[in-house]
């Protein structure tokens, strides 16, 4: 099992563009969640999601959008990036509370 | 009241020493509280997790700390190895809400 991964690894973005961070997961979880982390600091939850077609604001959701219409993926939007965007961004999956499983993260950075 | 506060910061602490990371919560719907560990790099990943009506769980030389009247749970880290350097993120959920609710996380090295 691959468990969760994430694409791309590392990506440079000019203010304004557009990109799409893709997740699947390979354990049949039904919860899927995106967190950003900033140099040094904790986690922020950006979306969550409860199954296909379900999807849920956490703390920090604008600017992004999600859509979930697999069990497997779960692809985070960026939409006219700014330089506050700046992060690693993870995703995560879990079936049973609170047991998350991470991916390796996206390294993004908004100039 | 959603809160969970982690402290210290960060932490330097003697190859063979004891790590001590201490949390705080104000939620007493919590009912499940694990502790992350995070590699620079990486992403987190479960290290040890405790529910309410035990007051200390251990797994090797990684044991939590649970007071539940004072609302506090701490990480133990014994015998520390540089290996052991990493993030540790506290965190709490409760019940079936499967959003969890992180401490701002502790950068721990350990020197040789």
């Given at each position: 099992n691959a468990g969760v991964t994430q694409t791309p690894k590392f990506r440079i973005l000019k203010i304004g563009q557009s990109m799409t961070l893709q997740c699947t997961q390979d354990m049949n979880h039904n919860y899927m969640?995106?967190?950003?982390?900033?140099p040094g600091m904790g986690l922020k939850l950006?979306?969550?999601s409860v199954g296909a077609g379900i999807t849920d604001k956490g703390e920090v959701p604008n600017g992004y959008n999600v859509s979930r219409s697999t069990t497997e993926d779960f692809p985070l939007r960026l939409e006219?990036?700014?330089?506050?965007?700046?992060s690693v961004y993870f995703c995560a999956s879990s079936s049973l509370p609170a047991v998350q499983f991470f991916g390796p993260g996206t390294r993004l950075t908004v100039l | 009241q959603q809160q969970v506060k982690q402290s210290p910061q960060s932490l330097i602490v003697q190859?063979?020493?004891?790590?001590?990371i201490n949390c705080a919560y104000e939620n007493t719907a919590f009912d499940y509280f694990p502790w992350y560990q995070q590699f620079p790099g990486k992403?987190?990943?479960?290290l040890i997790a405790i529910r309410p009506d035990v007051?200390?769980?251990?797994?090797?030389?990684?044991?939590?700390?649970?007071?539940?009247s004072a609302k506090q749970f701490s990480l133990h880290i014994m015998d520390s190895q540089p290996g052991d350097s990493a993030t540790y993120f506290c965190a709490a959920s409760r019940g079936s809400n499967y959003q969890l609710?992180?401490?701002a996380g502790t950068k721990l090295i350990i020197k040789p």
């Amino acid at each position: 099992n691959a468990g969760v991964t994430q694409t791309p690894k590392f990506r440079i973005l000019k203010i304004g563009q557009s990109m799409t961070l893709q997740c699947t997961q390979d354990m049949n979880h039904n919860y899927m969640y995106w967190y950003r982390q900033d140099p040094g600091m904790g986690l922020k939850l950006i979306y969550y999601s409860v199954g296909a077609g379900i999807t849920d604001k956490g703390e920090v959701p604008n600017g992004y959008n999600v859509s979930r219409s697999t069990t497997e993926d779960f692809p985070l939007r960026l939409e006219l990036a700014a330089p506050s965007q700046t992060s690693v961004y993870f995703c995560a999956s879990s079936s049973l509370p609170a047991v998350q499983f991470f991916g390796p993260g996206t390294r993004l950075t908004v100039l | 009241q959603q809160q969970v506060k982690q402290s210290p910061q960060s932490l330097i602490v003697q190859k063979g020493g004891i790590s001590i990371i201490n949390c705080a919560y104000e939620n007493t719907a919590f009912d499940y509280f694990p502790w992350y560990q995070q590699f620079p790099g990486k992403g987190p990943a479960l290290l040890i997790a405790i529910r309410p009506d035990v007051s200390e769980k251990k797994e090797g030389r990684f044991t939590i700390s649970f007071n539940k009247s004072a609302k506090q749970f701490s990480l133990h880290i014994m015998d520390s190895q540089p290996g052991d350097s990493a993030t540790y993120f506290c965190a709490a959920s409760r019940g079936s809400n499967y959003q969890l609710i992180w401490g701002a996380g502790t950068k721990l090295i350990i020197k040789p």
